[in-house]
């Protein structure tokens, strides 16, 4: 390859590099102009698509609020320092979780967070008792509703604690938040062991929102959700989907027919993974 080649062949590269350059050195007037250079980059495929999804997760991010995204009080899956340990055991074994905040008199009394693991010993013992269980509890973490989500990521960071309890401008208990929370909203929904067992493609998520599989099949899809969507012509609901949104969508994409909302909680630029479902009178 002559010189003159190998300079043009470099050109789109330092095109592009000088122009990202460029924008952070003057200023971008908004993080949409950033988000123009990096797609603009993406088509050029000098950034892949997961790359992508996760830099425009992680500048939503700067915008975003804790209450935006927290566990409401009234879904909160909580231990009250007035049961007998016995008696929240199998809760904390069926919910699955792996930390728990623990209320004295009232909702908005935390005294503390139990993590799950920490019960194991004292279980293998049978030293479940509540003089036992005060000397292991963590001590909690309070947070604003207004917090920004990127300063909470850095104190999470910190700290190295993995939840928070908000409270309101009353001082009041709000809801929680964990750190897989924040982070499912740069990556997109991080699907762990206790998400789906083996069998399962459709999970409540107690918010009025479904997490589907796009694997379902349609006809699993239907007897759920009561809904006729055609069985023929595609065997998974994510075939069904795609066909709606008539591309490859992003992750957080929305599109609405047979009477749900159907929202990318993960995908690649080869296939959808994951569905957040809503059903219309629930929006």
């Known amino acids: 390859m002559n010189d003159d080649q190998s300079s043009r062949s470099q050109g789109g ?23 123009e250079i990096l797609r603009d980059a993406e088509s050029q495929n000098i950034i ?7 830099i425009e997760g ?17 879904q909160m899956v909580t231990v009250k320092a007035s049961q007998d340990p016995k008696e929240f055991l199998g809760e904390i074994i069926s919910s699955a979780h792996s930390r728990f905040p623990v ?12 993590l799950a693991k920490d019960l194991l010993p004292l279980a293998l013992n049978n030293d479940l008792n509540w003089n036992r269980i005060r000397e292991i509890l963590r001590p909690p973490t309070f947070v604003p509703e207004s917090k920004r989500l990127n300063q909470l990521l850095k104190e999470f960071k910190e700290t190295r604690n993995h939840m928070a309890i908000v409270v309101d401008e009353y001082g009041g208990t709000a809801g929680l938040i964990t750190i897989e929370d924040v982070l499912e909203q740069i990556v997109g929904e ?24 796009a694997v379902t099949p349609v006809d699993d899809f239907n007897e759920f959700f009561e809904t006729e969507l055609d069985e023929e012509e595609f065997d998974t609901i994510g075939g069904v989907v795609l066909k709606e949104f008539g591309h490859l969508p992003r992750r957080g994409e929305s599109v609405e027919f047979g009477g749900l909302q159907f929202t990318i909680a993960n995908a690649d630029n080869r296939v959808i993974r994951l569905l957040q479902v809503t059903r219309g009178d629930d929006q």
Do not use: C
Not at 48 to 54: E, N, Q
Not at 190 to 213: C, L, N
């Open 190 to 213: 991080i699907e762990d062991e206790h998400d789906f067992d083996e069998e399962t493609h459709i999970k409540a998520r107690g918010d009025g929102t479904y997490a589907v599989k």
């Open 103 to 114: 209320i004295g008199d009232s909702q908005d009394d935390v005294i503390g967070v139990l």
């Open 48 to 54: 892949d698509t997961d790359a992508m999804s996760i």
């Open 13 to 35: 590269n330092k095109s592009w590099l000088e122009r990202i350059s460029q924008a952070f050195s003057s200023g971008p007037e908004s993080v949409e102009d950033v988000l």
């Open 58 to 74: 992680a500048m939503q991010v700067i915008d975003m609020r804790v209450d935006e995204i927290m566990i409401p009080r009234s």
